[in-house]
T-cell receptor, first 119, second 111 residues
């Protein structure tokens, strides 16, 4: 597609419910990132994939959060047993290469995000 | 560990003014720095990417500079317009290949 696509745009979940958020990156982009953005804050890193390999998951806040990218394209962020503190906007980004790949085009492109509200 | 700071946190200017947004980072061994714009309820729109071999990039009324030695980047907006009102974020690379973001500058351009 022309850009990064995320679905759903909005999700309301009851506390304790499991949710799955989808990200379709730009075709051919090797790197994929998930971020969490609380109201009035900058995006906070959650996890990073290079193709299908999850190279960094240091930002995942708890073991209730799980991300996968099985075929190196579409990625899913799953949150189990949602809590109110999980309410945030979840942003996905892709780039042709990683941000530390010197000399290569590493511009990151973001989707519109999924706003998750846990009630 | 990379930390990114943006000053000011908020800025209000009258239409037509030139303005500068500041971004500082702690890890000077960065390879590039990217500026984004975020409108309320929207995702991030990439404005400019400055590669480490470059010192500045220009796009229309926007000019971004990068000074690795001082750990600073600035975004210059010329002849500001009400449509420029948004939150502006800068981001630099942290460990592995992730982007580390500042908390942003909320810009309001008054008509």
């Amino acid at each position: 597609g022309a850009g990064v696509s995320q679905s759903p745009r909005y999700k309301v979940a009851k506390r304790g419910q499991d949710v799955a958020l989808r990200c379709d990156p730009i075709s051919g982009h090797v790197s994929l990132f998930w971020y969490q953005q609380a109201l009035g804050q900058g995006p906070e890193f959650l996890t990073y994939f290079q193709n299908e390999a999850q190279l960094d998951k240091s930002g995942l806040p708890s073991d209730r959060f799980f991300a996968e990218r099985p075929e190196g394209s579409v990625s899913t962020l799953k949150i189990q047993r949602t809590q109110q503190e999980d309410s945030a906007v979840y942003l996905c980004a892709s780039s042709l290469w990683g941000f530390r790949d010197r000399g290569l085009n590493t511009e990151a492109f973001f989707g519109q995000g999924t706003r998750l509200t846990v009630v | 560990k990379q930390e990114v700071t943006q000053i000011p946190a908020a800025l209000s200017v009258p239409e037509g003014e030139n303005l500068v947004l500041n971004c500082s980072f702690t890890d000077s061994a960065i390879y590039n720095l990217q500026w984004f714009r975020q409108d309320p309820g929207k995702g991030l729109t990439s404005l400019l990417l400055i590669q480490s071999s470059q010192r500045e990039q220009t796009s229309g009324r926007l000019n971004a500079s990068l000074d690795k030695s001082s750990g600073r980047s600035t975004l210059y907006i010329a002849a500001s317009q009400p449509g420029d009102s948004a939150t502006y974020l800068c981001a630099g690379p942290g460990a592995t290949n992730k982007l580390i973001f500042g908390t942003g500058t909320l810009l309001a351009v008054q008509p």
